[in-house]
């Protein structure tokens, strides 16, 4: 059964930072593209990141780039998401999600359960 | 960007009733389009990819059409566990772009 799991959220003071995890099984995890979605409270989904299975390509929204880091460690089954200078409007649950390929064309096939980041003083 | 359009935001019907939902994109991207529900407090669960193509496991009442700009979602004769919001989502380019979703509700 693949499984998507989140963890290292919280509350943080604007301008913080934080560091997102999200260890994957059931599937072999360096065969997928990966990427971070997030849903700030009571709005629609956003795609935050995306990264190939071998790390080759990595893309941002324009809303995070600078700011926020995707990475993968394929030997420990995680994702990570290093976010720096928190701003109130990234304020969201933040899920995982996997590509259905080792592309990342392809659509989100399975979902992590989402860790929720607060900004506020 | 591509902007995603969705509608109707709200969707009120009856169970039995079969719906089309809508999603138009800002320009043509073929059949890179993908549909997601979502239900309250839960994750997003991929229904259909690439417009029109079923995912295992999902009931055969959902089915997706549409290609270049007009995308639909349709819902034959719909249950009660299908009230929840539905996204459309574009793969065509970066960055990946939802739209705001439509939300299905009881009448």
């Known amino acids: 059964e693949v499984q998507l799991v989140e963890s290292g959220g919280g509350l943080v003071q604007p301008g913080r930072s934080l560091k997102l995890s999200c260890l994957a099984s059931?599937?072999?995890?360096?065969?997928?593209?990966m990427n971070w979605i997030r849903q700030a409270p009571g709005k629609g989904l956003e795609w935050v990141a995306s990264i190939s299975s071998s790390s080759s390509y990595i893309y941002y929204a324009d809303t995070v780039k600078g700011r926020f880091t995707i990475s993968r460690d394929n030997a420990k089954n995680t994702l990570y998401l290093q976010m720096t200078s928190l701003r109130s409007e990234d304020t969201a649950l933040y899920y995982c999600a996997r590509h259905s390929t080792m592309g990342i064309t392809t659509p989100f096939d399975y979902w992590g359960q989402g860790v929720m980041v607060t900004v506020s003083s | 960007d591509i902007v995603l359009t969705q509608s109707p935001a709200t969707l009120s019907v009856t169970p039995g009733e079969s719906v089309s939902l809508s999603c138009r994109a800002s320009q043509g991207i073929s059949t890179s389009i993908h549909w997601y529900q979502q239900k309250s407090n839960e994750s997003p669960r991929l229904l259909i990819k690439?417009?029109?193509q079923s995912i295992s496991g999902i009931p055969s009442r959902f089915s997706g059409s549409g290609s270049g700009t007009d995308f639909t979602l349709s819902i034959n004769r719909v249950e009660s566990e299908d009230f929840s919001v539905y996204y459309c989502q574009q793969s065509y380019s970066l960055p990946r772009t939802f739209g705001a979703g439509t939300k299905l509700e009881l009448k």
């Open positions: 690439f417009a029109s």
């Open positions: 059931g599937f072999t995890f360096s065969n997928y593209g």
